[in-house]
Structure formats: structure tokens, C-alpha cells
């Protein structure tokens, strides 16, 4: 069975710039979720998706968004992006059992 | 609100030693409780989960226990290997009883095994 798969992998912009990251759950998964990881820290939470539906939303601006098509897949945009936004980009769907499970993520580069 | 401390790294270890890297929690409400491991370059993957009070959690020679008693969930291997080198992250949940499980993640303890 696919696990979740993200695109691009890696992914340089310039500042200014807009990215659309991508994301298809495990089969099955209505829920995807949205974390950045920055260098050295642990994931923080952006968004959540069940249903097409915004569930949750981290601390981030209003230059992040996302959304959920019907067939579960998500995509994460980041308008106006800043160098501080460079990080690993990581979704994950969810299960049963309240687990959450985890894609590879995108490497985003701002320069 | 909900947040998790975790050791700070690094953490360097001979192949064999004991492990133990300490986290604890504060939460609102009874949370879930999860040990993730990314290796270099991937995401990260589900080590281990606890869902109450003296649950112990347990894989790959890996075991947590729930303690609530103390908010904490240390995480513990009795002989590590060298491929167990990662960066292991202590997480938590509050949404119980859904898919949804937004989680709140400790900082990292990157861990590293000498032969």
C-alpha cells in the first residue's frame, strides 16, 4: 500500500515568490494535516483538513492556505514567501486510533 | 495550553548502552501520547504510542511509559545499534476518540550510535 507521498521533494524560490506543495493521503484517509519543521526544531502544527473542511489552524499568517479536494488530497500555499519560511514541509494523513502518519516532505529553500 | 519538553540533545552512545531520553507534557484535558523517529533526509515514523495512565508503549526494543502521576513519558532501549541513530520526538494529542489528532511536538533529541 502507498503511503503519503509529497511533491515536489525539494523546491528553491525567491523571496516574494508563491509555492503550492502537494500531498495525497493514504488511501482510505479523509484527514490530512499540515506541520513545518524549521532546522533544528520540531513540527509545528499549520493546518488541518477533514472532509474538504478546515478543522484547526496553527500560529501562522495569513499568507499560508490550503485546501482539500474530494478525493482527499491536499495542497499547502504559501504566498509572499520570506527567507524565514524556508523548512521541511511535512503532511500527514490520519487513521484510526487517533495516529497520524507521515510523507517524506517537501525542502523548501528561500532565497 | 499543551506543549512537550524533551531532553536536550545530542545524545552520543556506544553501541550496546542503555538509552533513556526524557519528556515530559502539559496538557489540556487527557492526551495521547507518542514517540516519533525521523531518520536523515525522510518524515518521521510512528516508534511508539500510549493512550492512558501506565500504558506502556513498545517497539523495535523500544518502551515508553505513560505516567501521569509525573506528565512524562520517557523513552527508553535496553542495547542500542547503530542504525538507531535519528532524531527521536516526543508528541502528544489531544483529540481523542478522532482521526483528527493534531499534534504538539517536543524539540528533537538527536541520537547518535557509535560502533
Known amino acids: 500500500d502507498a503511503g503519503v507521498t509529497q511533491s515536489p521533494t525539494h523546491l528553491i524560490k525567491t523571496r516574494g515568490q508563491h509555492v503550492t506543495l502537494r500531498c495525497s493521503p493514504i488511501?482510505?484517509?479523509?484527514?490530512v494535516s499540515w506541520y513545518q519543521q524549521v532546522l533544528g526544531q520540531g513540527p509545528q502544527f499549520i493546518f488541518q483538513y477533514y472532509e474538504k473542511e478546515e478543522r484547526g489552524r496553527g500560529n501562522f499568517p495569513d499568507r499560508f492556505s490550503a485546501r482539500q479536494f474530494p478525493n482527499y488530497s491536499s495542497e499547502l500555499n504559501v504566498n509572499a514567501l520570506l527567507l524565514g519560511d524556508s523548512a521541511l514541509y511535512l503532511c500527514?494523513?490520519?487513521?484510526?486510533?487517533?495516529?497520524?502518519?507521515f510523507g517524506a516532505g517537501t525542502r523548501l529553500s528561500v532565497l | 495550553g499543551n506543549s512537550v519538553t524533551q531532553m536536550e540533545g545530542p545524545v552520543t552512545l556506544s553501541e550496546e548502552a542503555f538509552l533513556t531520553i526524557n519528556c515530559t507534557y502539559t496538557a489540556t484535558g487527557y492526551p495521547s501520547l507518542f514517540w516519533y523517529v525521523q531518520y536523515p533526509g525522510e518524515g518521521l515514523q510512528l516508534l511508539l504510542k500510549?493512550?492512558?495512565?501506565?500504558d506502556k508503549g513498545s517497539n523495535k526494543g523500544f518502551e515508553a511509559t505513560y505516567r501521569k502521576e509525573t506528565t512524562s513519558f520517557h523513552l527508553e532501549k535496553g542495547s542500542v545499534q547503530v542504525s538507531d541513530s535519528a532524531v527521536y520526538f516526543c508528541a502528544l494529542s489531544v483529540d481523542r476518540g478522532s482521526t483528527l489528532g493534531r499534534l504538539y511536538f517536543g524539540r528533537g533529541t538527536q541520537l547518535t550510535v557509535w560502533p
Open positions: 488511501s482510505g484517509h479523509k484527514s
Open positions: 500510549a493512550t492512558k495512565a501506565d
Open positions: 500527514a494523513s490520519g487513521g484510526r486510533a487517533n495516529i497520524q502518519y
